[in-house]
Nanobody
């Protein structure tokens, strides 16, 4: 079992930055791939980024590539999502997830956090 708790969400102005964190407890953190997803009101959940167990490999949705950075600290059992140059379209509930592979589909992940709201204002 892996329990995930997100933090760092809030209100940010367009063009600004925000860093999300997701801390895990339970089984060995370094044995799972970590991902970030988001869901905007009225829209389906979508993949944002993923990172391999070692942190060497990262994957991004085209919509965030070049603006967001995913990283992890296995000693702290924490994965981060640094969000830069945010736009109104980044407003969503952001979820971290843990699973066996770095997939872009939600069903490829076994464990989910409760989500943290990110609201971008103009």
């Amino acid at each position: 079992q892996v329990q995930l708790v997100e933090s760092g969400g809030g209100l940010v102005q367009a063009g600004g930055s925000l860093r999300l964190a997701c801390t895990a407890s339970g089984r060995t953190f370094s044995s799972v791939v970590m991902g970030w997803f988001r869901q905007a009101p009225g829209k389906e959940r979508e993949f944002v980024a993923a990172i391999s167990r070692s942190g060497i490999s990262t994957y991004y949705a085209d919509s965030v590539k070049g603006r967001f950075t995913i990283s992890r600290d296995n000693a702290k059992k924490t994965v981060y999502l640094q969000m830069n140059s945010v736009t109104l379209e980044d407003t969503a509930v952001y979820y971290c997830a843990a699973g066996p592979t770095a997939g872009i589909r939600g069903y490829e992940y076994d464990y989910w956090g409760q989500g943290t709201q990110v609201t971008v204002s103009s």
